[in-house]
Antibody, heavy 122, light 110 residues
């Protein structure tokens, strides 16, 4: 059973960079049918797709965040990471990592991490 | 950025049927958007209910079904139960590698 686990600081200061890592276990991040993504959810609000990465390093990002987001992958550690620069209070959210399964017509997130709350505050 | 619309809230009686919809302001939703649906209870991780428009994820009861109704994707719950009270989100593929979640529907069962 695939498992994903987010890790990183729970508190980030305004204007600084938010950095999170997702560790994948129970399967390889090198998968032709998987994209590895980040989703966030501000307190009391809905889900927002941030972006994803393929094991080769190919990425796609939410256009509204693209100028501030970088997603990278480390296949040797079975991990992928999120960096969000110049954060403000509006970036306070629970950040989830997840697998987008693109096998056949699946095209859906099927495994999610537990989520980690990141608060932006001085 | 494309806005994906969902009803902000809906109410259904226990045992009743409810249909939640997922649309796009700029056009119609089709199977090419690969609509998927997620259920989330407060404090919990989203759970995949439906993918590829109408395929139930493993372990999802058959009272949940997905479809295209008119120009929207739809999630129908037939015989609603108390524990169906949750937030429901749709996710659409917008082409060029971009995905967008709907704003979510808060379903009340009472």
């Amino acid at each position: 059973q695939l498992q994903l686990q987010e890790s990183g600081p729970g508190l980030v200061k305004p204007s600084e960079t938010l950095s999170l890592t997702c560790t994948v276990s129970g399967g390889s991040i090198i998968s032709g049918s998987s994209y590895w993504g980040w989703i966030r959810q501000p307190p009391g609000k809905g889900l927002e797709w941030i972006g994803y990465i393929y094991y080769s390093g190919s990425t796609d990002y939410n256009p509204s965040l693209k100028s501030r987001v970088t997603i990278s992958v480390d296949t040797s550690k079975n991990q992928f990471s999120l960096k969000l620069t110049s954060v403000t209070a509006a970036d306070t959210a629970v950040y989830y990592c997840g697998r987008l399964n693109v096998m056949g017509d699946y095209n859906s997130f099927d495994f999610w991490g537990q989520g980690t709350l990141v608060t932006v505050s001085s | 950025q494309t806005v994906v619309t969902q009803e902000p809230s809906f109410s259904v009686s226990p045992g009743g049927t409810v249909t939640l919809t997922c649309g796009v302001i700029s056009g119609s939703v089709s199977t090419s958007h690969y609509p998927s649906w997620y259920q989330q209870t407060p404090g919990q991780t989203p759970r995949t209910l439906i993918y590829n428009t109408n395929t139930r994820s493993s372990g999802v009861p058959d009272r949940f079904s997905g479809s295209i109704l008119g120009n929207k994707a739809a999630l129908t719950i037939t015989g609603a139960q108390a524990d169906d009270e949750s937030d429901y989100y749709c996710l659409l593929y917008m082409s060029s590698g971009i995905w967008v979640f709907g704003r979510g529907t808060k379903l009340t069962v009472l």
